[in-house]
């Protein structure tokens, strides 16, 4: 069965770039409804419910039918969103050598990433997230509709934005690229860079 991931901490520790509001319901209403939902549909399939999330998403289209759009759906927000959660931090953090030198390779500077990445934000029509994941040891921006998981489509996320308005529209109401402006204050380089050795 899973459980709410713990933040690292306090619901009012990012403002003002996320309030505490925001955070609060979006931790403990959005993502404990995903994660209720998909225990709730895995009752019965104790093969699944060995499972980690990880394996659950890669292996998504082997799931039985009657429950594949839940672990879709649920499984994705939850994954998703333990992701989100891990990347943020109220303390600046710089990016490791490692990690810098890569997303130099791939995309030629950490401004040029955050170009890609914003407008992969953007322009997610409707809710959505944007992400930077390894395809293959390179680093590549997409976007996801819903709570699509990369790992549905054997791509490795190291960093993730939930574009839903309900991540953002207590504080920024229809002002998305405010809201993505201001995750960069953000962002957990290290575990970002954790994700990325791990992922290769």
Known sequence: MFSLPPLKFEYDALEPHIDAKTMKIHHSKHHQGYINKLNASLEGHSDLQSKGIVELLTDWMNTPDEIKESVRNNGGGHHNHSIFWSILSPEKK??????????????????KMKEEFTKAASSRFGSGWAWVVV????????????????LMDGLKPILGLDVWEHAYY??????????????????DW??????YQDAT
């Open 94 to 111: 710089e990016i490791p050598e490692s990690l810098s030198k890569a997303i130099n390779e791939d995309f030629g500077s950490l401004e």
């Open 190 to 195: 290290d575990q970002v860079n954790t994700y």
């Open 135 to 150: 395809e293959a040891g390179k680093l590549k921006v997409i976007s996801t509709p819903n709570q699509d998981s990369p």
């Open 170 to 187: 207590l504080n920024y109401q229809n002002r998305r690229g405010d809201y993505i402006e201001h995750f960069w204050n953000l962002v």
